[in-house]
C-alpha cells in the first residue's frame, strides 16, 4: 500500500512538472504569434484582421534545440489597396528554420529559410466590378461563376477571358474597339508571386506556390 501511494504521489508530481511546461510552452508560443501580428499590423496598415499562428509541440524546446518552427499561419480578413479589396488571404508555411543566437540573444524571430509554402487571395467579382467601372469602356458588370467569367457591355452579356499578365489580371472582352479591363494583383507584400487565377461562384482566387516570406513579413518578424 506505502508503494502504491507514493507511486500516485510521483506521478502527480511528474504530472505538475508536465503540465506547467505545457502551459509555459504555450505561453511562449502565444507570445510569439502576438509580437509577429502587431509587428505585421505596423507594417501593413491598410490590412485588416490579422492571424499569426505557430504549428509545433513542444515549440519552444524545437525551436531552441533545433531552430526549426513546425509550421507558420498567416491570415487577414481583408487588404485594401489601390481601390480593390482581397479578402481571405493566407499564407501557409511547412517547416521555418530561425536564427537561434538571434532568438536567444535579442528575442528576435529572424527566419533563415522556410519549406513548401502557398499563398492566396480572393477578390469578389462586386469589387472588381467597381474597379472596372472607373476604366470607362461601357463594362458594366463582371459576374465570376466556376472556370467563367462575364461581362456586361452595353446591356449584353459577354464571356471574356481572364488571365494574370505580370501585376495585373487582365479581362478580354470579344468586341471590337473595347480594350481590355485590368485590375491589380494584391501587392507583393501581400501575395508575393505571380499566381494561377481560378474562377468561382462570385469571386476570382489567386494562388501560388513560393519559396520564401514576403520581405515585409520577415521583417516584421525579425523586429524586437
Do not use: W
Request: proline letters at 5%; glycine letters at 8%; hydrophobic letters at 50%.
Amino acid at each position: 500500500m506505502k508503494k502504491l501511494v507514493i507511486l500516485v504521489v510521483v506521478l502527480l508530481v511528474l504530472g505538475a512538472i508536465v503540465g506547467g511546461l505545457a502551459y509555459a510552452d504555450v505561453h511562449v508560443r502565444e507570445l510569439a504569434e502576438e509580437h509577429a501580428e502587431q509587428q505585421l499590423a505596423k507594417a501593413l496598415p491598410q490590412a485588416k484582421g490579422i492571424d499569426v499562428e505557430f504549428d509545433g509541440f513542444p515549440f519552444t524546446l524545437g525551436v531552441l534545440l533545433d531552430g526549426e518552427v513546425e509550421a507558420l499561419h498567416v491570415r487577414i480578413g481583408a487588404v485594401e489597396e489601390a481601390g480593390l479589396s482581397a479578402t481571405d488571404v493566407s499564407l501557409d508555411v511547412d517547416t521555418i528554420s530561425l536564427d537561434k543566437d538571434a532568438l536567444i540573444d535579442e528575442q528576435r524571430l529572424v527566419v533563415t529559410d522556410i519549406g513548401k509554402a502557398t499563398a492566396q487571395a480572393f477578390v469578389t467579382d462586386d469589387d472588381v466590378s467597381r474597379v472596372i467601372a472607373t476604366q470607362n469602356v461601357g463594362v458594366a458588370k463582371i459576374v465570376f461563376s466556376p472556370g467563367k467569367a462575364k461581362g456586361v457591355y452595353k446591356g449584353q452579356e459577354l464571356e471574356v477571358k481572364a488571365r494574370v499578365e505580370g501585376r495585373l489580371v487582365q479581362l478580354a472582352v470579344p468586341m471590337a474597339g473595347v480594350p481590355p479591363l485590368v485590375f491589380p494583383l494584391p501587392s507583393m507584400d501581400v501575395l508575393p508571386c505571380s499566381p494561377q487565377l481560378e474562377l468561382l461562384e462570385g469571386k476570382a482566387r489567386l494562388a501560388c506556390s513560393i519559396d520564401d516570406l514576403p520581405p515585409t513579413l520577415k521583417a516584421a518578424m525579425a523586429k524586437g
